[in-house]
């Protein structure tokens, strides 16, 4: 995969985390055959959009794409952070920068206030909410607490966009090492369901019909109806559920659904509440769609022996583990745990040996 220096990839899937992960380990990083064999070859614009971005959070970085845009070459510099502003392409939602953002904004020179302008909410990526009561939460199991804030200012419903959200993340020195293995017994399930330029009723259509399946299983449930006006509600009209649900030992399960043309709300809530309850069968202490940014901040961690427990890794954790490998030379020991109290489960063990990676950025300051 490397040769010399420069790491070497083909093909545009997993494009972010990858570019993430070579700022964060200093290492230059080529991807080529970006769509090399499809119609319209080369990068899409959300794609151009996050290099752009990643050019403004980071300072020193080179970033070249070949003519054809097929293939990029990205040689990293230092992560400086600061105030920012970027305007999101309406392919994609802001979820989808956000996410890379999340993983390098701890390691920056200067506290991030990223403002970012476009979609909240889309059916690719997470939702601003999910960000703002999953994502960021899961930060705070590595000690990255102090003032991290995601805000929506303004939502945003594809296809005209509109929204804004400004995340405000501290700058740490080291992530303390994670150990966390007990998944505990779902205690609360909270929720937002939010409606903008449609009648706000269909946020309460949503939460009925939410409750009718999950007030089955537990009776601490709230789910907060989210109700924008005027300018604040973006260009387009939609609605949205958004789920989570905490255990005693606060692990974090989520899911979400976003509407679509000719759907009732209630199909949207049960649709969302399906995911949920999927989501928590699957067992472990992390839920599938935050395992690689938990597992990036295990190896980030101090010179200590991490441990967490989760499901079955999804193919993008198969794939980002062996990139970690790539960049950082860390792998991952993985083991099924004997539970006895659930014979059936499928958790794993993940445990790694943190690579003590300090945030030298910060002390240039």
Do not use: W
């Amino acid at each position: 995969m490397a040769a010399g220096s420069v790491i070497q990839y083909s093909g545009h899937k997993y494009f972010r985390h990858r570019l993430a992960l070579s700022i964060l380990s200093g290492k230059s990083v080529r991807i080529d055959k970006i769509r090399s064999e499809d119609k319209d070859p080369g990068l899409r614009d959300f794609e151009v959009s996050l290099l752009r971005l990643l050019e403004k959070v980071t300072n020193g970085t080179v970033i070249e794409i070949s003519a054809t845009g097929t293939a990029i070459l990205l040689k990293p510099g230092i992560i400086a952070g600061g105030s920012l502003i970027h305007d999101c392409p309406l392919s994609r939602s802001v979820g989808y920068f956000l996410e890379p953002i999340i993983m390098l904004a701890p390691f920056a020179k200067r506290p991030v206030q990223l403002t970012l302008r476009g979609i909240t909410t889309d059916d690719n990526d997470f939702s601003a909410d999910l960000m703002r009561t999953v994502t960021l939460p899961h930060l705070q199991l590595f000690g990255i607490s102090d003032g991290l804030e995601l805000r929506i200012k303004k939502r945003g419903a594809p296809p005209g966009g509109g929204g804004e959200v400004q995340l405000l993340c501290p700058i740490v020195k080291q992530v303390k090492t994670l150990n966390f293995v007990e998944p505990g017994k779902i205690k609360r399930i909270r929720g937002i369901a939010h409606a903008v330029r449609v009648n706000p009723q269909f946020s309460n259509r949503m939460i009925e019909a939410a409750r009718s399946i999950l007030n089955r299983y537990i009776p601490d449930i709230y789910i907060y109806s989210d109700v924008y006006k005027g300018e604040e509600s973006g260009k387009s009209p939609g609605y949205a559920l958004s789920l989570l649900a905490e255990s005693t030992t606060s692990a974090l399960f989520c899911s979400e659904a976003t509407s679509k043309p000719g759907v009732a709300p209630e199909d949207i809530a049960l649709q969302a509440t399906r995911a949920l309850l999927s989501e928590i069968s699957k067992g472990g202490c992390i839920d599938q769609k935050h395992q690689s940014l938990v597992l990036l901040l295990m190896v980030l961690g101090s010179e200590d022996v991490g441990r967490c427990r989760m499901s079955q890794p999804t193919p993008r954790t198969i794939q980002f583990l062996r990139d970690v490998r790539d960049f950082f030379g860390t792998s991952f020991q993985i083991v099924s745990i004997e539970d006895p109290t659930n014979p059936n489960s499928a958790d794993l063990l993940y445990s790694c040996y943190g690579t003590g990676h300090v945030n030298a950025n910060r002390d240039l300051a």
